[in-house]
């Protein structure tokens, strides 16, 4: 657990510092993309209608509304949001930093279970790199060896 903490506070400072925002003491976005290398056009996955967002928001609405057919069909008309893998690991970070006892506090960022749910995340992000770009690089070890077996390190600390 302790090279866990150590890679993370290299990559972004003691307490995780560069990940929690300074000043606003909000998930720091700028420094998570300087981090991962960017946000590339390949990493696209989907778009919101797509995935059928629309269709289960259109539902809930018209099932909060009750009879009212007119405003539930706002949603069916909406075009589709595209995300990307990036949007996805940024909703996981989110999620992980929010399930912290005291997320804008000092300590944000400081517990084991913090670390090793981030560098699960931050593992598999990598992993899905490796697997798109393994033809290029040619790096089969790490892709199929090395990133898995840390996945899951991460994912047994995690649970544990």
Known sequence: ?????????????????GLIHPVSKEFNHEA????????????????TR???LHYVMHHLHAATLGDDKERPNKWMELKGKRFDRYDIVSFLYGWIVSLQ??????????????????????Q????????????????????????????QGNFAATYE
Request: glycine fraction near 10%.
């Open 1 to 17: 657990m302790r090279h866990i903490r150590r890679k993370l506070e290299r990559q972004y400072g003691a307490g995780l510092v």
């Open 32 to 47: 998570v993309i300087y981090q991962r290398g960017g946000r590339h056009a390949d990493e696209a996955v989907s778009d």
């Open 50 to 52: 797509s995935v059928g």
């Open 101 to 122: 006892e005291n997320p804008q506090g000092d300590t944000a960022g400081a517990s084991n279970c913090f670390l090793a749910s981030f560098e699960l995340v931050q």
């Open 124 to 151: 598999t992000d990598y992993f899905a790199a490796d697997l798109a770009n393994i033809a290029l690089s040619g790096n089969y070890f790490d892709a199929f060896f090395y990133t898995p077996t840390h996945i």
